[in-house]
């Protein structure tokens, strides 16, 4: 059983909260749009690929802009060869910043919304979807169908889940407004996104205690595959156990000396977090068992006391080992489920009026 990663998908939480400000006075620079694109676009009919293909050249946001791969003022071959890339200096960018545009008959529309609006829960995309229904409806009522499409740009793929179960995750909301835009208007939807964000994470996992130390077991006896303790995670535990409790039953004159020993402990423990080469679990342990038998040797009159202060090393690496298991999990869990969503096309028997689309990032 491999637990490396080699899959390209990635796992990413959406923060339900920020503290994150929105400059004031902020100017959207519109992308331009030719009159030859609009007519090229057009010849193209409603191929989305081809459509996105024609869009980098053009696109332009205040934090960021679609190039073509190695060559920004040539085409694009391929999807593959697309690539955000977002403007290092705009501050009001996020990892769940949208964006849409739509080439139409009548006229160009974009809009750009770079941050959830975190207090009323309301992600980007929803904030798109509103704008896309206000445009439309001002400007496409009551007219004959256009095969136009409407290219949405994200940066996480939009949500598969919630925390709260009254809210419909955006992905569900951009799939019903993609039938209903297409029924109304006869657009179609393109969506464009650089992380897929799966519904699957690491608290969809439940494990018992029980499982839990099953697979720890299996794990540290047979994988070799290197994992990274986590410096915070051992902090906390170290805080957690008080020292002034181990302390009290030390004898005055010792005081000094057991602060210093407990001190050079901890600082070892910590440095083992540091190490730049990734170790297996069985390295941990042996590792952390020295600086554990060091402590031991120095404080030989307080080996009861010792107990809870030797098992943290043990405890951090054991909860660093079970959060990569589940890390595994979600990300080919969320794989698979990513994969439905790009072929589910092939198998239904009308155009689908939605297609989803990863391109690559070049920060
Ligand atoms: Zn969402």
């Given at each position: 059983m491999d637990f490396g990663f080699s899959r390209s998908v990635s796992i990413v939480e959406l923060p339900e909260s920020s503290s994150q400000q929105v400059p004031e006075n902020r100017e959207a620079i519109p992308p331009t749009i030719s009159t030859e694109l609009r007519i090229s676009l057009k010849t193209k009919g409603h191929d989305p690929i081809q459509i996105c293909l024609e869009l980098p050249e053009i696109y332009t946001l205040p934090w960021l802009t679609l190039t073509t791969g190695q060559n920004p003022c040539g085409s694009a071959?391929?999807?593959?060869?697309l690539k955000f890339q977002y403007h290092?200096?705009?501050?009001?960018?996020?990892?769940?910043c949208a964006s849409v545009i739509i080439v139409g008959e009548n006229g160009t529309f974009n809009h750009e919304v770079p941050k959830p609006l975190y207090e009323e829960k309301k992600h980007t995309e929803v904030i798109i979807i509103e704008a896309v229904d206000k445009y439309l409806d001002g400007?496409?009522?009551?007219q004959r169908r256009k095969e136009e499409i409407i290219v949405i740009f994200t940066y996480?793929?939009?949500?598969?889940?919630?925390?709260?179960?009254s809210i419909e995750p955006c992905m569900f909301q951009l799939f019903k407004k993609a039938h209903q835009w297409n029924r109304d208007y006869g657009f179609s939807v393109v969506i464009l996104f650089t992380k897929f964000w799966g519904p699957?994470?690491?608290?969809?996992?439940k494990f018992t205690e029980v499982e839990i130390n099953q697979l720890y077991s299996w794990f540290r006896e047979f994988s070799n595959v290197p994992i990274q303790v986590d410096s915070k995670e051992l902090c906390k535990r170290f805080k957690d156990i008080k020292q002034n409790q181990l302390l009290s039953v030390v004898p005055k004159e010792y005081k000094e000396k057991v602060r210093c020993d407990l001190k050079k402990f901890k600082k070892d423990l910590m440095d083992l977090t540091e190490i730049k080469q990734p170790l297996t679990v069985k390295q941990l342990s042996e590792n952390g068992e020295e600086v554990i038998g060091n402590l031991r040797q120095v404080m030989c009159y307080f080996s009861e006391e010792l107990v809870p202060l030797s098992n943290i090393w043990h405890e951090a690496v054991k909860s660093s080992a079970v959060k990569r298991i589940k890390a595994k999990i979600t990300a080919d869990g969320n794989s698979e489920i990513f994969k439905f969503l790009q072929n589910r096309e092939s198998t239904s028997q009308n155009r689908d009026p939605i297609s989803i689309y990863q391109i690559s990032q070049n920060l």
């Open positions: 071959k391929s999807l593959e060869d290092k200096d705009c501050k009001e960018k996020t990892n769940q400007n496409y009522k009551n996480n793929s939009p949500c598969m889940k919630r925390e709260k179960k699957i994470g690491p608290n969809t996992i």
